[in-house]
T-cell receptor, first 114, second 113 residues
């Protein structure tokens, strides 16, 4: 029972390159989320999904796109990476009511854009 | 928009001491108040949570105190241990939907042996 798995764990990109971060969950959760974590700013929601085939913008969506073609997977794409996107990215999933069990987070992807 | 504000940003306590972290929120419609704990290199994990119908909830060494009129809730860690050294986030939200958590900025706790 792996929970939430993120790949890759580390990545260095050059400005302007593109990449996709992968998130997979095996708990049959309906909701999935992508957050970024920066020092002193907590976790900020980038995009989220309330079900297969649906996505929505969070607090800081600019420069990112997402897709949820399968219930268990949530992909985060950077079309043209910028140094401001250097961050630690966390994927999370939850039941529709996240309160009882809370969110389950992955271990994060540390991305550096040079 | 800053709906959630945590204090202090960092906290250093001695082993056996009491750690207190505060969270202030603006949205009076929030009805579920959790704290998340994050160890280095890991994602956050739910630690303890409270609903507004009670003023205090205790689980082992961890206690949440809730002050509805002041729109604040706090995390108390009794008999703090070096293993409690982590970053703590509050994330008040709505129980009925429970999604799209808004996290505080985080408090980095260091417990010295």
């Amino acid at each position: 029972n792996a929970g939430v798995t993120q790949t890759p764990k580390f990545r260095v990109l050059k400005t302007g390159q593109s990449m996709t971060l992968l998130c997979a969950q095996d708990m049959n959760h309906e909701y999935m989320y992508w957050y970024r974590q920066d020092p002193g700013m907590g976790l900020r929601l980038i995009h989220y999904s309330v079900g297969e085939g649906t996505t929505a913008k969070g607090e800081v969506p600019d420069g990112y796109n997402v897709s949820r073609l399968k219930k268990q997977n949530f992909l985060l794409g950077l079309e043209s990476a910028a140094p401001s996107q250097t961050s630690v990215y966390f994927c999370a999933s939850s039941y529709r009511t996240a309160t009882i069990y809370g969110y389950t987070f992955g271990s994060g992807t540390r991305l550096t854009v040079v | 928009q800053q709906q959630v504000k945590q204090s202090p940003q960092s906290l250093i306590v001695q082993k056996g001491g009491i750690s207190i972290i505060n969270c202030a929120y603006e949205n009076t419609a929030f009805d579920y108040f959790p704290w998340y704990q994050q160890f280095p290199g890991k994602g956050p994990a739910l630690l303890i949570a409270i609903r507004p119908d009670v003023s205090e909830k205790k689980e082992g060494r961890f206690t949440i105190s809730f002050n509805k009129s002041a729109k604040q809730f706090s995390l108390h860690i009794m008999d703090s241990q070096p293993g409690d050294s982590a970053t703590y986030f509050c994330a008040p939200n709505f129980e009925t939907s429970g999604s799209r958590l808004t996290f505080g900025e985080g408090t980095q706790l260091t417990v010295n042996p």
